[in-house]
């Protein structure tokens, strides 16, 4: 009986081999499919060159452009102009700090003016006047001693001061006038920082209003 028995087993075994032999080894048709050997491709190295690769991102950081600038020193004040001067640099944004003068620079200058007026639009009225008689650079003042004059220049040499006046006078311009201005004593000036090229412009033509102001590029320090 054991002998059957053991016959038995031997046969369930290899009746369950048999309907499991596609599982315990797939037949070569179902091999091809899986591979498909058709569509393999062998690359070669310029291929393989050429596939796109997977670069690490790279963070650059943002350029900040920083505007140059420049200091500016503006000078000759007195005690009654200053504070107009610094009411200018207010209005361009800017701020001077304010400093002792070397006084023994200072020196005596010829001006030609047209006497002050009653108000800016009188001045401004009166500068269109001579303009138009072909009289180039005037300047209406802001400063408050000769405020609402009109300046046509400031000369250190009398004879150019003279001369400036005769030609004025040929041309038409009534009551111009040449006076000696000497800065005197507690004479301050403006030194200006962080000017752009834009503002120190416009800081350019506002120094003329001034009478006497001497403007010029100065050490930041």
């Not at 309907?19 to 179902?30: G, R, S, V």
């Not at 393999?40 to 920083?66: H, W």
């Not at 700090?97 to 401004?124: C, E, G, H, I, S």
């Amino acid at each position: 009986m054991k002998w059957l028995l053991g016959l038995l087993v031997l046969v369930n075994v290899g009746l369950l081999a048999y309907f499991n032999l596609d599982m315990i080894a797939p037949k070569p048709a179902q091999m091809n499919a899986q591979i498909n050997p058709e569509k393999l491709k062998i690359l070669d190295q310029q291929a393989l060159e050429a596939m796109p690769r997977k670069m690490a991102a790279i963070t650059v950081a943002p350029v900040v452009e920083t505007q140059a600038t420049s200091c500016y020193e503006w000078g000759n004040f007195t005690a009654s102009n200053l504070p107009s001067a610094q009411v200018a640099l207010a209005k361009l944004g800017l701020v001077g700090v304010a400093k002792q003068a070397d006084t023994t620079k200072a020196d005596r200058r010829f001006w030609v003016y047209y006497p002050p007026l009653k108000n800016a639009q009188l001045a401004q009225q009166k500068a269109d006047e001579i303009k138009a008689l072909g009289v180039g650079e005037i300047f209406v003042v802001q400063d408050s001693q000769w405020r609402h004059a009109i300046s046509f220049g400031l000369f250190q040499d009398e004879k150019l001061a003279t001369n400036l006046l005769n030609d004025l006078q040929t041309r038409g311009v009534k009551g111009a006038t040449k006076a000696l201005r000497s800065p005197g004593k507690n004479i301050s000036s403006l030194l200006v920082k962080a000017v752009t090229p834009e503002a120190a412009l416009e800081l350019q033509k506002v120094s003329p209003e001034f009478v006497g102001s001497e403007l010029k590029v100065a050490a930041c320090n």
